[in-house]
Nanobody
Framework: QVQLVESGGGLVQAGGSLTLSCAAS????????MAWFRQAPQKEREFVAA????????YYADSVKGRFTISRDNAKNTVYLQMNSLKPEDTAVYYC???????????????????WGQGTQVTVSS
């Protein structure tokens, strides 16, 4: 019903910047919010940032506040994640997700999202 495709991952050095994109198609009108999660090998998939489509309200994990910025272009049905001051611990596969609805307790967890992209690798070298 909703298809998500991430792009923009790659290799960067510590302190560098990278911008990820997530293009949404299909029944995008049914999505309330979009989010970025990331998952490193042997680790749980963790919340990074989220944004509501209509109002543009943003949410961030403490680990990325002040460094990452989530934004959206409604006309293009695209969500972005601008990542600055990258650290080696930011290395992970980054996933885009869409939620039809949220609760305060579910928005920060994978179970709160209905659709997922295939992921894009971000590697930060030191």
């Amino acid at each position: 019903q909703v298809q998500l495709v991430e792009s923009g991952g790659g290799l960067v050095q510590a302190g560098g910047s990278l911008t990820l994109s997530c293009a949404a198609s299909g029944r995008t009108f049914s999505s309330y919010a979009m989010a970025w999660f990331r998952q490193a090998p042997q680790k749980e998939r963790e919340f990074v940032a989220a944004i509501t489509w209509s109002t543009g309200i943003t949410y961030y994990a403490d680990s990325v506040k002040g460094r990452f910025t989530i934004s959206r272009d409604n006309a293009k049905n695209t969500v972005y994640l601008q990542m600055n001051s990258l650290k080696p611990e930011d290395t992970a596969v980054y996933y885009c997700a869409a939620a039809e609805s949220w609760t305060r307790s579910s928005r920060y967890y994978p179970r709160g999202y209905d659709y997922w992209g295939q992921g894009t690798q971000v590697t930060v070298s030191s």
